[in-house]
T-cell receptor
Framework: DTGVSQDPRHKITKRGQNVTFRCDPI?????LYWYRQTLGQGPEFLTY????????KSRLLSDRFSAERPKGSFSTLEIQRTEQGDSAMYLC????????????FGPGTRLTVL | EDQVTQSPEALRLQEGESSSLNCSYT??????LFWYRQDPGKGPEFLFT???AGEEKEKERLKATLTKKESFLHITAPKPEDSATYLC????????????FGAGTRLFVKA
């Protein structure tokens, strides 16, 4: 296993368009997290899944954001009607339930909204 | 609300010059405090988990300690390859497994 992978690595879109990102976690990890990171800041929690169940979603997350994890495997994060303020690095991480403290991060998807 | 504050924002050291990074936290019941390292353009890499006050963990030139209000990451005799952003994060018992990160300390080690 080569770790957490994310696709695409970079995405440039125009304001108002919808975008979707994919995350493939480490295969045996049942917890999956999404974060957003802007320059000079730490990762900001967006949501997390245990298997296919979305257990928590940040109150900061607008209704334009939605995430899924069908069958408890890969996950997708969709942003509808993108705004310039959505420009950021979107990070995915996964962990084992019993090793919940150790999250393995992917390389991220850098989103630029023009 | 759970909160993490890291200081300093940036730290410049000469190779071999030991120092410490600070992480102050406010959480309603600590489940765990974490340290991560992040290199430019990459995702964070896990370093340590600390669970209770008084706990210490070490890895090579790094040592993390924890009190009821803050954590320190001590760097002994740093090398240029230790240059990175070090992130502190917490999970509170009242927040599920939501992880709150600080803004990080950017460490520069000059040869």
């Amino acid at each position: 296993d080569t770790g957490v992978s994310q696709d695409p690595r970079h995405k440039i879109t125009k304001r108002g368009q919808n975008v979707t990102f994919r995350c493939d976690p480490i295969s045996e990890h049942n917890r999956l997290y999404w974060y957003r990171q802007t320059l000079g800041q730490g990762p900001e929690f967006l949501t997390y899944f245990q298997n296919e169940a979305q257990l928590e979603k940040s109150r900061l997350l607008s209704d334009r954001f939605s995430a899924e994890r069908p069958k408890g495997s890969f996950s997708t994060l969709e942003i509808q009607r993108t705004e310039q303020g959505d420009s950021a690095m979107y990070l995915c991480a996964s962990s084992l339930e019993r090793e919940w403290g150790e999250q393995f991060f992917g390389p991220g998807t850098r989103l630029t909204v023009l | 609300e759970d909160q993490v504050t890291q200081s300093p924002e940036a730290l410049r050291l000469q190779e071999g010059e030991s120092s410490s990074l600070n992480c102050s936290y406010t959480v309603s019941g600590l489940r765990g405090l974490f340290w991560y390292r992040q290199d430019p353009g990459k995702g964070p890499e896990f370093l340590f988990t600390l669970y209770s006050a008084g706990e210490e963990k070490e890895k090579e030139r790094l040592k993390a300690t924890l009190t009821k209000k803050e954590s320190f990451l001590h760097i002994t005799a740093p090398k240029p390859e230790d240059s990175a952003t070090y992130l502190c994060a917490v999970q509170g018992v009242g927040g599920g497994f939501k992880t709150i990160f600080g803004a990080g300390t950017r460490l520069f080690v000059k040869a």
